[in-house]
């Protein structure tokens, strides 16, 4: 299996797994007990919430969830005032955003141009003084596009609301802006477990809890946290912070050798090829059956836009945002590749995928 669907999950790390086997095993002590095991599994979270803090700004508390999503939905739900947020936002902040909505909350959503950028002149007319939160993507999930987050959350500071950035698909890979004041962010999308998540809080900053119980975590977050997650997480953040630079410089010739063999081949690159993650490739072949595709190809591990809402039936919404049809959407396909991808293996994929493309076109 040729594997290229990193913006949905992301292989293990050995170092992960590494570091969480003894507390699946022997260590299996309950962090918040007060008895020594409990506090050595207590003293490990806590290692482990300063590993993900390393590719945080400063000045901030980290709060571990079960995801992103549970995070996402903290961060909104834990604020008041209106909302301003970005077309190609991922289901979890915009449908969250629509049930606030529906609870009263004045919400803004602003659209994006041909190569999925935010117009900030549009932004800059939207937040205004009644604005309590801003919300947008680092890293698309379905284009890599990279959205100017800085200079949004410059604006939402200057009107007096808080920045909130789903830095799901960006953390570990792209810095992240000092002016934030909220970020999610997933382990399993940076080669860490399934099932852990966090939300980076800005010192100061405070929310009304999403979960009510024991308050386990800072900021008042309720459940009982499982170290072994946590310390597969930490490993992971940890080694990302490390390979930062040989992560982004391989993904970078991945997607310049992947970007030259289809780019002159009948493909078109949906989103902004500059401001842009490297590690994505979304390409539109008109009159594609991407369905079909798949089923020819099931040895080469792909998409068609977002995993969380491959079963829906729908085209993306995010690149319906971009201008493209409905038909043009459901022609696309989205390769998703970085650490463990050998370009080998990457050209191999591609030089398959167009044949079988080609061979459709042909057919009909």
Known sequence: MIYLDYQATTPLAPEALAAMA???TE????????HAPGRKAKAAVAVAREQVAGLMPAGGTVSFTSGATEALNWAIKGTTGGIVTIATEHAAVLDTVAAEARRGRDVTVLPVGPEGLVDLNAARDAIGSGTGLVAAMLVNNEIGV???VEALAELARAAGAMMLTDAVQGFGRVAIPDGVDLVAVSAHKIHGPKGVGALWVRDGVTLEPLLHGGGQEPGGRSGTLSPALCTGFGAAAALAKQRFGADRAHAAQLFRAGFQALGSAGWTLNGSKDERYPGN????????DVARLMSELRDIAFSAGSACASGSGRPSHVLQALGL???EAR???????GRYTSEEDLLDAIQRIDAAARAQRIAA
Not at 27 to 34: E, G, L, R
Not at 281 to 288: F, H, I, S, T, V
Not at 331 to 337: D, H, Q, T
């Open 325 to 327: 049809s409905d038909a």
């Open 27 to 34: 260590n299996f002590a309950n962090p918040h007990s007060a």
């Open 331 to 337: 022609s696309s396909i989205r390769l998703g590749f």
């Open 146 to 148: 990279i959205q100017p």
């Open 22 to 24: 003894p507390w699946m």
């Open 281 to 288: 490739l979304n390409l539109l072949y008109p009159g594609l």
